[in-house]
């Protein structure tokens, strides 16, 4: 069985998809940028801001599928520039200090011009 997740705690999906999906024992999440949820912008400014935003979102999310950062197996991490990697880092394992496993790659642009967004996979257990 597949069951849609969804949360006004997150941003809403701004596009065909929905904020998570779970299927069997995993969670895959969609990409979260840093938008306010209870305002839909982008506040922050700073990639640090910026990634702390991101990790909100995607701890709602994680928490209307009924687990935790904890739970967590693989991240995929956007950057819109590889220079804000360690200042992105020093955020990331706050929330993460299983370190699951991870790519982190530069893109081109993000949506909505952002500095980052962060997907993830999470074992239901």
Known sequence: MIR???TD?????I???SQGVIADKLLFASGQIPINPATGEVEAETIEDQATQVMKNVGAILVEAGCGYENVVKTTCF???MNDFA???SVYE?????KPARSCVAVKQLPKNVLCEVEVIACLY
Not at 9 to 13: D, R, T, V
Not at 94 to 98: E, G, I, L, R
């Open 4 to 6: 849609k997740v969804s």
């Open 9 to 13: 705690k997150a941003p809403a999906a």
């Open 15 to 17: 596009g065909p998809y």
């Open 79 to 81: 950057l819109a520039d």
């Open 87 to 89: 200042a992105f880092n």
């Open 94 to 98: 706050k929330y993460f200090p299983n």
